[in-house]
C-alpha cells in the first residue's frame, strides 16, 4: 500500500503546480524543474553537445584549464564537494581529478533526477582518491543535509555549474546564493558560473537549434502532463518559442498553442483554456555582465577570490569564499 501512495503524492504536487499555473489569469507558466523528468533529462544531455549550445563546452573549458588553480587556492584540509545539479558529471570530472591529487575528496552530486545520479556516479565513481556519495534531494536540502554531516576540520567547496543560476529571476538568485551562504562556515568556498551577455543572434539559437532538440525537450512537458496527469495535449497544435528580452537581458522559453482550444488534465482536475497564439512559459535564462556576479556573491556573504572568463562563448566562473 506504501508504493502507490508515494506515487499519489508525487503527482498531487506536479497536479497542483500544473493546475495553478494553467489556470491563473495572465500568463500561464509551468516551473521549470518539471523539465527534467527521465525523458527530459536525457534529452538535455544531448543539448549540452550540440555545436549551438556553446555554453557547456565553455563551462568545461574553464574548468579543465583553472581546474589546478582552484584547487590551489583551496586549503590543504580534507574536501568535501558539493554539486548542485550534477546532471550526468562529465565537466565535473576535471575538477575532482586535480583536487583528489592534493587531498582525498568526498563528492556529493544533489540531483532530483535518480538517473542522472546514477550515470554521474558511473562516470566518477572510479576516480582515484575520489569518493562519490550522491543525494537525491532538492539543492537546498540536500546541501543542508550534506552540511549537518560534516566534520569540522573539512572544507566544504559548493559547485554550482552551468546556468542554473539564470534561471532565477535576479531576486530570487541572490536570495539562493544567500540561503548557500547560511549552510556553509566562514572559509568554505562556492565556484559558481553563469552565462554571460552576448547577442542575440548568437545566443538565439542555443535555445532553438535547428535540429529541433530543445523544442523536443521544451514539448515534453506536454507529454509529460499527458503521461502522468492523463492530460489531453496534440503535441502537434504547440510549438517551442525561445526570444531575447534584451530589456530585462534574458532568453524566455515559451511553448506556443497554434490554435484555440481547451485541454483537459483529468489528474489535475481542471482544463487548460487557449487562445490561438497564447502561451505557456516554462523558463528564463538569464545572462550577466562579470561585474554582476561578483557583487552578487559579495551582497550573499561571499568575498570573490578570482574569476575566468571564456573567450570563445563569453561564459564566467568566479571562485568565492564564505567570510
Ligand atoms: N539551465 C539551462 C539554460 O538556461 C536550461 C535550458 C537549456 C533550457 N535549454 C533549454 C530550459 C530549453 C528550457 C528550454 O541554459
Redesign the pocket.
Known sequence: MVAPRLVQEVFTEFAADVRWGLTKPGQKEIP?KY?YDEVGSAL?EV?TVLPE?G?FRADERLLRQNAEAISAKLSPRPLVAVELGSGSGRKTRWMLEALARRQPTVYHPIEISSKALDQCSRELGRLHNVEVRPVQQPYLAGLLSVAAARQPHEQLLVLFL???I??FNSSAAERFLADVRQALTAGDALLLSA?LEKPAAQLLP??DDPLGV?AS??LNVLARMNRELEAEFDLSTFRHL?RYNAAERR?E?HLLSTRAQSVPIPRAGCSASFVEGETIW??S?HKYCPREVIEMGRRSGFRPLRQWIDPEWPFAQTLFLAE
Open positions: 521549470s523539465l538535455f543539448i549550445y555554453l552551468g546556468s542554473t539564470g534561471n552565462d542555443a535555445y530543445t525537450f521544451n525561445a532568453i522559453m516554462t523558463e535564462s
